[in-house]
């Protein structure tokens, strides 16, 4: 009976040894490791979101719902004298367009009027590169531009060849289009080739090695040899840059792209509407 | 004989208890540590050490601080002659889909003395079933891949890096 006391009292001696043995070994290995997980941090400098100069939201954007509002008021109120409004740009698409025109009846305030939208009574029927052409009761009324050198904020993209831009002139962007790209990601390497610039094993920016002719690249302004090297102020020196930006153009209502072309620096400004 | 069947036996006791010891979630750490030099950070996870095994869930996927993707389980056993490592929902980001397959089902690669010179590796995902290892000895990868019909007219350019070898997929790569 001792003899088997003893027997196990050995045996859990040696377990409670190798236990030991083992934690100790294990706490040596302690010291050599990391103490603290790595954790993805996000940017915690707070950054304002780029923003331009928002016309949608300073001015009065016309939206169907308003209209149907104004067209009931309408027909107690005096009739509406389409020569209160001052033609100041017009944008045309392939898909439709917009112009945007001051409204004398309120105080020279700007007005967005989309292309078969309606406005007081008179609805937009067609565009051209100097004219709108207004509805009413079966009758047309043509609205021209009165002054031709306040047409900075929008021009005409004519097709197929793109416009060339100035600088400082802000071109328009329909969200439709963006999020034709942002949702098809494949369709803008049909459109668009650009790779990155290394140096001293750095990226430096993203050069534009090809551009589809009719493409919203085209259309943007970019050209071949572009050198981007920021979006919306906030350099494109890694691919989690760009595609940073690639995740946030579906929210962004503008947008200002950096390039260097010809060895100067250029911004190309987009309104997204 | 008795007393080698003894020390073998308090050998392999040993070995089980080093193993329940041994600071896994701190060995967890310092793999991060290696991961973060090739710009890989898993984020935001919970870790749990239970004896053999360590579980990570819901560790969020980095890779060059882009939003990799959300894998659901991460599964590590170390029993010296059988480690395992197995993911278990890995969801890849929608902003990728246009690359890579969204879901993983499940991954595992998994090395055991049964079969010492591969570390194998099989998982099963929107991608189509996988089976494949990786042979250190002589810095091999082979992976078969079993694509469904939609995979291959969605990720056209991704399965152009494998080799259609008798109906099976195949992509071979050396390190």
Known sequence: MNLDINRYSNTLVTLFVLALVAKALSLTMLYFLEKKGVSQVSDITYTMPYQAYRFSKTFAIVEQKVQTKQKTAAQTKPLYNLNSLMLKAIYKSKNGGFIVALDKTKNNKSVFIKLHNEYNGYTLKSITQNRATFERNNQEYKLEFVETKSMTMFKKAPSPKPPSYDNDVIRAVAKTEVHKYTKDFKSIWKSIAIKEVVKNGKITGFKVNFIKEGTIFDKLGLKKDDLIIAVNNKPMLSYASAFKVYGEVNKMTSLKITVIRNNQEKDLEYEIY | ?175
């Open chain 2, 1 to 175: 004989m008795k007393p080698i069947l003894k020390a073998l036996l308090y050998a392999f006791i040993f070995i089980m208890m080093f193993l329940f010891f041994l600071p896994k979630v701190e060995l967890y750490y310092t793999l991060e540590k290696e991961l973060e030099k090739q710009k890989i950070v898993l984020s935001d996870e919970r870790i749990e050490d239970s004896g053999f095994s360590l579980h990570i869930s819901d560790a969020k996927l980095y890779w060059n601080s882009v939003f990799g993707g959300q894998i659901e389980k991460i599964k590590l056993s170390t029993f010296l002659l059988h480690n395992s490592l197995s993911f278990e929902n890995a969801k890849l980001n929608h902003a990728l889909s246009s690359f890579l397959p969204g879901k993983i089902e499940y991954l595992n690669v998994r090395y055991s003395i049964i079969n010492p010179i591969k570390v194998v590796i099989s998982g099963n995902g929107d991608i189509g079933e996988i089976k494949g290892y990786i042979n250190p000895f002589v810095k091999e990868i082979k992976i078969e891949l079993n694509p469904p019909a939609n995979m291959r007219s969605k990720y056209g350019s991704l399965l152009r890096k494998f080799k259609n070898v008798e109906g099976v997929l195949v992509y071979e790569s050396r390190y």
